[in-house]
């Protein structure tokens, strides 16, 4: 999954340069979070940006003490067995297609972006955690 991680990256950045928006930096922190979350959803079947206990993955990154001044996160998935790149560009059009997932991935709030995929079964989840 991390071939799908790399090229949400590259478009996330793609798409931002056909905007004229500036680049965001690859966050480490923010991809270990992104996985987390990605993985949570996919163990526990569900599709939220709460888990079960109702918390945001912010809390989580509060109780590491991991401070933000600007926070965004995007979340999809996907059924089905195709190439990173296919998932990666399907996760993409889905988010541009949307009002809010595309402010994120075009806002100028964000210096730089982690993103996590899990698979399980058949279904891929992806989540993008924007940081500044």
Do not use: C
């Amino acid at each position: 999954m991390a071939a799908v991680e790399q090229a949400i990256y590259n478009k996330v950045n793609e798409e931002r340069a056909k905007a004229g928006v500036p680049a965001l930096t690859y966050n480490n922190t923010m991809q270990k979070y992104a996985r987390i979350k990605s993985q949570d959803m996919g163990d526990n079947n569900y599709f939220s940006h709460e888990d079960l206990n109702g918390n945001l993955i912010t809390t989580q990154m509060k109780n590491d003490g991991v401070s933000y001044k600007a926070w965004g996160e995007n979340i999809a998935y996907i059924g089905g067995n195709v190439s990173a790149d296919a998932l990666a560009q399907q996760f993409m059009t889905n988010w541009m297609n949307s009002a809010g997932h595309r402010a994120n991935i075009l806002s100028t709030n964000f210096s730089s972006i982690g993103v996590g995929v899990y698979k399980i079964g058949n279904k891929v989840y992806a989540t993008q955690e924007f940081y500044r």
